[in-house]
């Protein structure tokens, strides 16, 4: 009863101009992927808008003004002797913590930059007729320019910085320009940075036992082996995002979720994507479902026959597997017991600040750039990411690691962060346009085997985890899955962002780490987010085993583990885990 996925077909009317192509490609090196015009569409909206606005201008007069006056005032309480701020960092900005910041010159110096940056907000927001996109646009690369200016930045405005060169004789300098010269000379060759070397795939990540049972085009599918006398029925398939490698959910055995899942008596299936080269152009989200997703469940119930399946997703593999969950149960398809989401959004209206980088123009300028290679790479992907929190991922670390000359040691996630995979070119424009752009999905115009698929007709109970820091799918986003499906939901949200809040394991001490749950009934109320999140009850430490609980709740009586692969000679082991697929470059 598999949805019928036919075959995808390249679109040649979706081709550009081959000189248009190489012209934007060549000027998307330059520009690191970003729209020209859309960035210059952005300002000319901004700009022409606010100069047409007399009373913002006088507006923004007056508080300049009197962040002046509330800056001169400080000064004069300061030399006074008081040395209480005029204006305070937001919570999560630590750049200005360190004591030191609060002496003269230095508390000046980061004031007046503070006030700067609150200037600025009110310059690029609130300007009368500015479409919202352009606003957030212009808000935000001002806000990126700041952060590149902050004093923090800049050795003879970091009292931090020149506390250490005096304490250390200038040597955090000296060993800052060898960790600077390091990087460039592994950013030249290709090498990755100093420390990642030390993680391997198949050494001490993604160790879990298993065997492979299922490869083709796109997938292998691993079978973990189990490590408990009795186990759950129903299986756990699990759907990683194809923007990542999937070992980020097998990491070192501490940090593995799926590790974890074995031992508490869950028979665990995973899907291993292959990373895509040119060859791979073509390759649409059909594919991605018909070989991927449904590819997999039908492996899973050969393997396991009348056993229905505990199905999981994280990130983009979540938005798939709801479209598949979706599918299934319009054709009337029995298979699947529950459906969890990590970190998955359902409807793309409000992304966050990913939405930045994705209107007509960005998207077609994109699409030029990949269809001279035929896919999308990795590394630009990964600055795309890096850039929606430059603040903590470029600048903390550069002065970290070239001024304090400190080397933040490298984990097993930032190691798997470094393992960039790549996107094929019409898979990804029919991402970005059939999702983000239009939101097929949400408005029920989502099309599996030439018919809408609705996630109404989701009736199974379902898992869904927001991460309250997540810039990729923001948790007031993901929770829109309450509103969108027609079933039992529970809903969790964690401390972290969108990777650290879902690998979070049990038995580590973090301050402040912890969840908030609650399920929301069939034909109960609608709670929006906000309230859900001011009502919703908040236990301390990790979220694993609240949903490993919740897994059991909808599981049957415990059997003896079953054998690894299918009695078909088509799932039978083919090799041990972690597979090929994961270590192609």
């Not at 047409?52 to 507006?59: A, I, L, V, Y």
């Not at 913590?97 to 609130?126: C, E, I, K, M, R």
């Not at 799918?473 to 499906?485: E, F, M, N, Q």
Request: negative net charge.
């Amino acid at each position: 009863m598999t949805p019928n996925c036919p075959p995808s077909e390249p679109d040649s009317s979706a081709n550009p101009n081959p000189l248009d192509a190489l012209t934007r490609s060549a000027l998307g090196r330059l520009t690191l992927g970003l729209s020209p015009a859309a960035l210059a569409q952005a300002y000319a909206d901004w700009f022409v808008h606010l100069a047409s606005s007399p009373g913002k201008q006088q507006e923004l007069r007056e508080k300049a003004q009197r962040k002046l006056t509330r800056l001169l005032l400080h000064e004069a309480r300061v030399a006074r002797g008081e040395s209480t701020p005029c204006i305070e960092p937001l919570p999560q900005d630590e750049r200005f913590s360190h004591p030191a910041w609060q002496l003269p010159p230095y508390q000046t110096l980061y004031q007046s930059f503070l006030l700067l940056q609150q200037w600025w907000w009110n310059a690029t927001t609130g300007v009368h007729g500015v479409t919202r996109h352009h606003e957030e646009m212009v808000t935000f690369f001002a806000r990126q320019w700041l952060d590149m200016v902050s004093p923090s930045n800049f050795l003879p405005t970091n009292p931090e910085v020149l506390g250490e060169t005096l304490r250390t004789a200038g040597m955090n300098l000296v060993q800052g320009a060898t960790n600077l010269w390091e990087d460039a000379l592994a950013q030249a060759s290709g090498r990755p940075p100093a420390g990642a070397g030390d993680f391997r795939v198949g050494t001490n990540l993604a160790l879990t036992p298993g065997k492979v049972i299922l490869r083709n085009r796109l997938v292998e599918l691993i079978q973990y082996a189990p490590t408990t006398a009795s186990v759950d029925p129903e299986p756990v398939l699990i759907v990683p995002s194809w923007i990542m490698k999937y070992y980020i959910l097998d990491l070192s055995p501490a940090n593995s979720l799926v590790r974890y899942l074995v031992d508490q008596g869950h028979t665990v299936f995973m899907l291993s994507w292959k990373n895509p080269g040119a060859e791979d152009r073509d390759l649409g989200m059909d594919d991605y479902l018909r070989d991927g997703v449904l590819a997999a469940l039908d492996a899973v119930s050969s393997v396991l026959p009348r056993r229905r399946v505990h199905a999981v997703g994280y990130c983009l593999g979540g938005t798939l597997l709801g479209i598949a969950a979706a599918a299934l149960a319009r054709d009337g398809d029995p298979r699947l017991a529950t459906l969890t989401l990590l970190a998955s959004e359902l409807d793309f209206t409000e992304p966050g600040e990913l939405s930045l980088f994705i209107d007509e123009s960005q998207i077609a300028f994109l699409e030029d750039m990949m269809w001279t290679r035929g896919y999308l790479d990795g590394k630009q992907m990964a600055g795309a990411f890096t850039m929606l929190n430059s603040k903590d991922l470029v600048w903390s670390k550069m002065v970290r690691a070239y001024l304090m000359g400190q080397r933040a040691p490298i984990t097993d996630l930032m190691a798997w962060n470094l393992d960039a995979t790549r996107l094929p070119y019409r898979m990804h424009s029919e991402y970005l346009r059939r999702l983000y752009l239009d939101n097929d999905l949400a408005e029920g115009q989502y099309e599996v085997g030439g018919r809408p698929v609705a996630l109404t007709d989701i009736h199974v109970p379902m898992f869904v985890l927001g991460t309250q820091r997540d810039h990729v799918s923001p948790w007031r986003s993901v929770y829109k899955a309450v509103l969108l499906t027609d079933t039992e939901v529970t809903f969790a949200l964690t401390s972290g962002g969108h990777n650290v809040g879902v690998v979070n394991p049990p038995g580590i001490d973090v301050p402040g780490r912890g969840y908030q749950i609650a399920t929301h009934a069939v034909n109960s109320p609608f709670v929006d987010p906000d309230t859900w999140a001011a009502q919703a009850p908040r236990h301390e430490g990790s979220w694993w085993p609240a949903w490993e609980a919740w897994l059991r709740r909808h599981s049957g009586a415990r059997v003896a583990p079953p054998a690894m692969g299918g009695k078909a000679r088509a799932y039978a082991p083919i090799g041990d885990a972690p597979g090929q697929y994961v270590l192609m470059p």
